[in-house]
């Protein structure tokens, strides 16, 4: 008998006051998966990831994890159950160092020092500029190491489900490749993603599966590659 998901939304629908952002999402993230879910601005990436983290409220519709339903759990709760996410736009504090960023992802063990020092060294190995640049404040690094701080920072939290907002948004082409690059390498590592984009050839192209999104609706999905391979898909969203 196959497994239950990990992640497994149903009919999810969400509202800002009387705009209705997201009607009736239904999707499903198997453990190990990396899923991206692709569509233009305003289908619904960011709302969809902002309820899920249980910081926008969903109107209806339910959200199991592990086989917990969480639609209505705080979001600390949600984050204790393992499920960590890196908001679009980085959002990490600029004037704090780069080091003191990464240990408010590690708030859950911040009294093992042990602990602190041994996961701070897991995401220096992941990304070394980090290490070099721990002492500076974060709001001197370019947009990429912001980016790697962001992740790192929620990879502090171990989570078993990584949301990932618009990782590529205002980034060169170069640092988009080693970003993505390092996202599927977590993904190897075990660690399940969902990752949103607005650039879908880079997210589709690391994904297992994907979702097109479309004014707040699922309109397709199938595994990446058959969605890379899509006329209509290449035609609205990757630019061919
Ligand atoms: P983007 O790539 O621009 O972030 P998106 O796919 O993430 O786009 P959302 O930001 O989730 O889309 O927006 C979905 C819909 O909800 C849009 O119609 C948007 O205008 C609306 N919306 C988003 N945030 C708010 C808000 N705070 N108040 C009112 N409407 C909102």
Redesign the pocket.
Known sequence: MPSEPLLKIAELTSH??P?Q?LHGISLEVNSGELVAIV??????????L?TLSGVQKASGGSISFDGTEITRMASHKIVQSGICHVP?GRQVFAPLEVEDNLKLGAYCFRDDKRRLSEELERIYQLFPILKERRKQPAGTLSGGQQQMLAIGRALLGRPRLLLL??PSMGLAPLLVEEIFRVVRELNDSGVTVLL?E?NANAALGIADRGYV?ET?RVILTANADELLADEAVRKAYLGH
């Open positions: 800002y006051g705009i952002a569509g233009a601005n305003g289908a619904g990436k960011t709302t969809l902002l679009e907002d618009e949103v607005q999104l707040g």
